[in-house]
């Protein structure tokens, strides 16, 4: 579009009623363009839901609507919230409130993770914290298509070996589990020397640990 800034940030949301949705962002500017079969645009609708400074905005679409997840920060809270559109791009219901935190800092980038599982029926949250570096704070919150919150948890992980392990690869299973891995580097930090698969069920507040065999060959 001529009219787009060189630096607009667009995501193709999908196909409805015949004709393509794509969201569109530069700076405070966020609106949907919608072009027809021929990709001849056909409508811009400006959305003015959102705060002035979003920190990350995430899409999910389905069959007959989608999703907008975004986190703003306003004074000292950082929020995460929902807002769910139809395939004319029209906002249906009001904006939902998923998940907050306090924190002492102006932020500049996403504090949560988002997630989907790959049948769309679970969507999460993962955020994880470890500014005191021999313990991981990470807060878990899963829902259902609906948006219906199914489990919060909390969880501390001790950071072993001399503090050179990483949190990575955090998924959600259509059963809605979170799953991730915990990785410990060597005293050089060249090589993984153990990894983890951990995951949290819906159904439990403890965090099931699974040690993963590593093999190493000397290449010539």
């Known amino acids: 579009d001529r009219e ?11 196909k409805y009623n015949n004709h393509f949705i794509v969201y569109k962002n530069y700076r405070t500017d966020n609106y949907f363009t ?3 079969n021929n990709m001849k645009q056909v409508n811009k609708i400006p959305l003015e839901i959102f705060p002035e400074r979003l920190l990350q905005t995430d899409v999910l679409a389905y069959r007959d ?9 306003k004074k ?7 807002a769910k559109f ?10 939902i409130e998923l998940d907050t935190t306090e924190v002492n800092f102006t932020a500049n980038n996403k504090l ?11 969507i999460a949250f993962v955020k994880v914290n470890n ?19 199914l489990k919060r948890n909390k969880l501390y992980i ?3 070996d001399n503090n050179n392990e990483l949190l990575s690869e955090f998924a959600v299973d259509n059963a809605g589990t979170i799953v991730f891995l915990k990785e410990a580097s060597t005293q050089q930090r060249d090589n993984i020397a153990t990894v983890s698969l951990c995951m949290l069920g819906t159904a439990t507040d403890s965090l099931k640990e699974l040690k993963i065999g590593l093999a190493y060959r000397d290449w010539e």
């Not at 000292?76 to 919230?81: D, G, K, Q």
């Not at 139809?86 to 904006?95: F, L, T, V």
């Open 86 to 95: 139809d395939g004319n791009g029209k906002q249906i219901g009001n904006n």
């Open 112 to 122: 949560y993770t988002f997630l989907n599982s790959e049948d769309k029926s679970k």
């Open 65 to 73: 609507y989608f999703y907008i997840f975004y986190q703003y920060q």
């Open 34 to 36: 919608i072009f027809d």
């Open 158 to 160: 001790k950071s072993e």
């Open 4 to 14: 787009d800034p060189r630096g607009v940030n667009f995501e193709i949301i999908g």
């Open 131 to 149: 500014k005191r570096r021999e313990t991981y704070h990470v807060t878990t919150v899963v829902f259902d298509k609906n948006l219906e919150l």
């Open 76 to 82: 000292n809270i950082v929020y995460v919230m929902a």
